[in-house]
Nanobody
Framework: QVQLVESGGGLVQAGGSLRLSCAAS????????MGWFRQAPGKEREFVAA????????SYTDSVKGRFTISRDNAKNTVYLQMNSLKREDTAVYYC???????????????????WGPGTQVTVSS
């Protein structure tokens, strides 16, 4: 079992920054890949970013490339999402997810991940 808890969400003006954190507990954190997804009202949950178990590999959806950075600290069992130059369309609930089975390294699909956090709200105002 893996437990994930996100934090760091909030209200920010367009152009501002936020850093989301996801603390993991349970299995050995450094053994599995992590991802961030988001879900806006009335929309499907979508992939945002992923990072390999070592942090050496990362992947981003096109709309956040150059603005968001995913990273991890395996000593702290935490994955981060640094979000800069935020736009109104980034408003969503952000979820972190863990891929613990070793099937996919930088998965972009919801089904690639087997554990999810409860989410944290990010609201970007104009």
């Amino acid at each position: 079992q893996v437990q994930l808890v996100e934090s760091g969400g909030g209200l920010v003006q367009a152009g501002g920054s936020l850093r989301l954190s996801c603390a993991a507990s349970g299995r050995t954190f450094s053994n599995y890949a992590m991802g961030w997804f988001r879900q806006a009202p009335g929309k499907e949950r979508e992939f945002v970013a992923a990072i390999s178990w070592s942090g050496g590999g990362t992947s981003y959806t096109d709309s956040v490339k150059g603005r968001f950075t995913i990273s991890r600290d395996n000593a702290k069992n935490t994955v981060y999402l640094q979000m800069n130059s935020l736009k109104r369309e980034d408003t969503a609930v952000y979820y972190c997810a863990a891929e613990t089975l070793g099937r996919v390294v930088l998965g972009t699909l919801k089904d690639d991940y087997d554990y999810w956090g409860p989410g944290t709200q990010v609201t970007v105002s104009s």
